[in-house]
């Protein structure tokens, strides 16, 4: 499918906020995958050119959560493959699903998460760091990783923002560990979920690599 000029101008920009909310706390998919719906991206491409753009992203702002030591790659690379697994899962039930069908489903899908990620506005509970057993914690945090995986894979939007209340709330991890940990796992699912729709060819090259230059 070719791009047009007009696709860049309305996917662009919302790329580059959306990629600025990603980086703070998660949720730019919100943001992102409406703009290039509303450009008229069809909505196996919008999903596939989007992971794209927000991969390009993530990757940036997981490199700079590293390179601050909020990361445990001992631990993290278990909820990697995890992550991994889990949005192949989702991104190839995705391709299984009508265009229609999914545009029906997101009419009903995308309010509701908006709704749920805007109206977290903590952003996590640190109050509840480390008050469970580290297997205990672990386990949870493996079962989230392929969960949201799926999730990811098949959707998208707010991905970020549920791994991080799902952290700190469900498996009691510290906020800023938490933090890291969900940029590892969002990027890993973005990766596996971009090679699944590269290899199925709907993923729109020129306009997801501009968007994702805004989204960095």
Not at 54 to 80: D, E, L, P
């Amino acid at each position: 499918m070719d791009c047009t000029i007009l696709q860049f101008i309305i996917v662009c920009p919302m790329v580059f906020l959306a990629g600025f909310v990603d980086a703070i706390a998660g949720g730019g998919g919100l943001i992102s995958l409406p703009a290039y719906l509303i450009a008229g991206v069809p909505t196996h491409m919008a999903l596939g050119t989007n992971k794209m753009s927000s991969m390009m992203g993530t990757a940036i702002a997981t490199g700079r959560f590293a390179k601050n030591g909020y990361i445990q790659f001992k631990k993290v690379v278990w909820f990697i493959m995890a992550a991994l697994i889990g949005s192949s899962i989702g991104s190839n039930l995705t391709l299984l699903v009508s265009d229609k069908i999914l545009q029906y489903m997101m009419i009903v899908i995308l309010p509701i998460v908006a709704f749920y990620v805007m109206r977290n506005k903590k952003m996590g509970d640190d109050s509840l760091a480390g008050t469970l057993p580290e297997r205990k914690s672990f386990l949870i945090a493996l079962a989230s990783a392929l969960i949201i995986g799926i999730y990811d894979g098949f959707y998208g939007p707010g991905t970020g923002t549920f791994l991080l209340l799902l952290l700190t709330g469900l498996a009691h991890i510290g906020l800023t560990e938490a933090a890291g940990t969900t940029k590892v796992i969002n990027l890993s699912t973005n990766i596996s979920a971009l090679v699944v729709f590269l290899l199925n060819g709907v993923v729109m090259l020129p306009l997801g690599i501009v968007a994702g230059v805004f989204s960095i």
